[in-house]
Every structure is written in C-alpha cells, then in structure tokens.
C-alpha cells in the first residue's frame, strides 16, 4: 500500500515522495479502519511540526479524508462497518491519507451525508473548521456586525464569507485579481432570497483602490466588527509574493471600536504604537490556529460538534466549496508540490 510522505533535505528543501506502509494488524480499542476514497491536500506546515516535537525522517501527507468504515475497535461506539466518514488525521498520524486503508481515533471522525461527495466533505472540512474557529470561537461573531475577509476568493476565504452571511453579518471582501472580483460579486446563496453573499468587493489589485477608505466608506466611517487575514505585511520592504496584503497599521485602522482582528501571521510583530491604537479602540487581536482543537481533551466534544455542523450545511449547500477536478493518486506528488508553493487558488483532492 502507498502513501504519500514529506521528507526534508539537508538543505532543508521539502520533497515529496510516494512510499510503501503498512496498515498495523491490531486495531485499537477506539480506533476505525477507513478505507479512503478521497484525501485532501493542504501545505505542511513544517515550522509547527517541529515547535511540537513532531519532527520525522517522513512526515505523512494528507490528513482531510473521507471514505466508508471497514472494521470498528471493541470499544467504538459512533461508527460501524459500511458507515460514509469524514474526518481529520491528527498531527503525531503515523500513515498519510492517501493510503488506501488508515486507522483514525472514532473521535475524529463524523458521518458523512448520503448527498454529500467524498471530494467536497474532504475538500471542505479543514477550510470549514478554520472559519467556525475564526468566527464562532475568536471573534464570537453575532448578527449585524460587519466581517472584512481578506482574498475572499481562497477555499478558507469563500467558506468563511458563506458561514458569516449564514448568520446575518454583512460580509466585504477583498479581491486579488480581476477575474477573483467577478468571481466574488457573483457569488448568490443556493437556497432562500438570492442576494449577494458579498455586500462589497474591495479589488485590491487596482492600485487606486485603497482598503482602509473604502471600510469606512461601507461603514460610515465606525469600522469593520471583525477582520480575517490571510498574512500581513510587516514592514514596507517585504517580497512580491506579499504585495496584496494590506500592512498591519491598515487593519488596525479599519477595526471598528470593540473589533476583533484574527490573523493568520505567526511571528505578527506589533509595536507600542500599534498596541496603543488597539488599546484606544479596546479590540483584541487572535492567533487563528486551528489545529489547536487536539491539545485539550476538554474541548473534543465541540471539535466534533463543529465538523458535524459542516458536513450538515455542505449537505444543504449552504457550504459550496471550492475543489478542484479529483486527481489520481499517480498525480498526488506534482500537486502536493504546487499545494506547498500556494501555486493553486482552489482545494486539491486525490481520488483514491
């Protein structure tokens, strides 16, 4: 059986490589053996796997997967065989998900609707679950306030904007390109009255479009309730590949009073004169991790709480994902590589 891993070169070059494993012969008193169908690729993040200790000679690719129950642990109480899953390998998983058949904790798993394809419930429930923690659980998002989503057109982006307009709050948008700013006005829910899920599209391609004076415009000059980024420029000389991230004193000039900014910038670097503008506004900055729902025992029952809510609204089509054509597994290292470059704007799922 194979699967695909990571593996770092002295050099600290990521390469991808397509290996042989073995699926352990004893399954665990709360384990599953899955046999996948549909495993979703997303960047490893290298730098978290070493602050945990995590650090292998091969580390597993592919941890969003969905695939039909074989055989259930004395133990399991959720899932029996033939049951449609849908879950998320853990960080310290030992076996990628593109192996045909994986071992996972019951407890991270949920039923997959009927109507519901392998390749959106993979494709979707990662991006979801960093929505519902950037919304619900950072910003406590309520009806009528106003949601600023930096690149609205990315996978996490597109769901983030569908989760928000779900629950009455008036989302804007900021497009990277012309075609994403077509993409985005365009966008209407499937069901009930068919507005615009985006009340504005900022293009921030356009230099003559300035992000900052067109929030307040939208606002009345208040400020956005809650702001989702998607990085940070930090200082005024940074690379080209940052070039459409707005600088972090712009962001912090946008947030209304009482707002909340969740980033995704790891090594965000604030200066007293930025932490004072946030102390004058009394907002709060948040750390948007959302791998974070693992490191406390206490907090798995709203873990699966989440992921069962987004396998039911992507069964209603309040959730549309952005996926693209399911690619065969010979493919997987080609599109593993253009993943972890970010050279793709929409989700990759291998077809198993």
Not at 93 to 111: F, K, P, R, T, W
Not at 207 to 217: I, P, R
Not at 290 to 312: N, P, T
Request: hydrophobic residues 45%.
């Amino acid at each position: 059986m194979k699967g695909l891993y990571c593996k770092l070169s002295e050099a600290g070059e990521v390469k991808f490589i397509i290996q042989e494993t073995s699926v352990p012969t004893t399954i665990g008193n709360h384990q599953v053996k899955v046999q996948v169908k549909g495993c979703a690729l997303s960047p490893v993040d290298i730098k978290l796997c070493e602050d945990l200790k995590l650090q292998r000679e091969h580390i597993p690719v592919g941890r969003e997967i969905a695939g039909v129950v074989l055989q259930v642990g004395p133990k399991v109480t959720f899932f029996q065989p033939d049951d449609e899953v849908v879950g998320i390998l853990p960080l310290d998983a030992e076996m990628s998900g593109l192996c045909d058949v994986v071992l996972i904790d019951e407890y991270n798993l949920v039923q997959k609707p009927e109507k519901v394809s392998w390749f959106e419930a993979a494709g979707a429930i990662k991006d979801a679950l960093r929505a519902y923690t950037a919304l619900h659980t950072l910003a406590r998002m309520a009806v009528g306030h106003t949601l600023l989503v930096l690149d609205g057109a990315s996978p996490f982006g597109l769901l983030a904007i569908q989760l928000a307009h779900y629950h009455g709050v008036k989302v804007l948008a900021t497009a990277v390109s012309l075609e994403d700013q077509k993409f985005l006005e365009q966008l209407r829910p499937s069901v009930g009255v068919l507005e615009s899920l985006v009340a504005r599209v900022i293009g921030v391609w356009d230099s003559k479009v300035d992000l900052v004076d067109s929030c307040l415009e939208e606002t009345g000059g208040l400020g956005v309730d809650i702001v989702i980024d998607t990085g940070v420029r930090l200082y005024e000389e940074e690379s080209e590949v940052k070039k459409h991230l707005p600088y972090k004193h712009d962001i912090i000039s946008l947030l209304g009073v009482g707002g909340h900014w969740v980033t995704t910038e790891d090594n965000l670097q604030l200066d007293p004169p930025d932490s004072r503008n946030l102390f004058l506004k009394a907002a709060s900055v948040s750390f948007l991790n959302e791998e974070v729902w693992e490191a406390s025992r206490a907090r798995q029952g709203r873990y699966l709480h989440i992921m069962k809510d987004v396998v039911e609204k992507l069964a209603t089509g309040t959730f549309r994902p952005l996926v693209e054509n399911p690619v065969p597994l010979y493919e997987a290292t080609v599109s593993m590589e253009m993943v972890q470059r970010r050279q793709l704007r929409k989700r990759v799922v291998v077809k198993l």
